[in-house]
C-alpha cells in the first residue's frame, strides 16, 4: 500500500504575504461595495464573498432597478463585473497598489453606469 499523495503544494506564507494582503484590502473594497448596495440582513449575511470553481463572487448586488455582480476569476487572474443586461467589464488581476486598483475599478464600474461611495479607509 502506497502513501497517501499530498495534492496541495507547499505554501508558506511568508512567500506571498505580500500578495495575501493586497488581495485582502482589494476583496474588503468588493465587499464594502457589496454592503453599501445590499439591504442588511442579520449578522452580516449580506456581505460575504463567495467561494466559486474559480475564486470569489459577490453574487448578485442590486442596484435600483438593475443587478450586478464581481467575481474574482483567479484562473484567468481576472476581476469580472458582469450586470444583469449582459455588460461586463475585466480588470486584470496584476501587481499594483491598492490605490491603483480602486481607481480602475471605480471608473470601470461607472462605465457601466454603476455609481457607488465607498468609506475607502481599510478595516483591520
Not at 463567495?50 to 476569476?73: K, M, Q, W
Not at 469580472?80 to 497598489?97: A, F, N, W, Y
Amino acid at each position: 500500500m502506497s502513501a497517501p499523495v499530498d495534492a496541495w503544494p507547499p505554501l508558506p506564507q511568508e512567500s506571498w504575504q505580500p500578495t495575501y494582503e493586497t488581495l485582502h484590502m482589494w476583496a474588503q473594497i468588493i465587499g464594502k461595495i457589496r454592503k453599501t448596495l445590499t439591504p442588511l440582513i442579520n449578522h452580516w449575511w449580506n456581505v460575504p464573498l463567495y467561494v466559486t470553481a474559480r475564486g470569489l463572487t459577490t453574487s448578485p448586488i442590486p442596484c435600483g432597478p438593475r443587478s450586478f455582480e464581481i467575481n474574482f476569476d483567479f484562473i484567468d487572474h481576472k476581476l469580472v463585473i458582469e450586470t444583469c443586461e449582459g455588460l461586463t467589464k475585466q480588470l486584470d488581476l496584476r501587481p499594483r497598489s491598492v490605490a491603483d486598483f480602486y481607481q480602475e475599478l471605480t471608473e470601470s464600474l461607472l462605465l457601466l453606469a454603476i455609481d457607488v461611495k465607498i468609506h475607502a479607509t481599510p478595516t483591520k
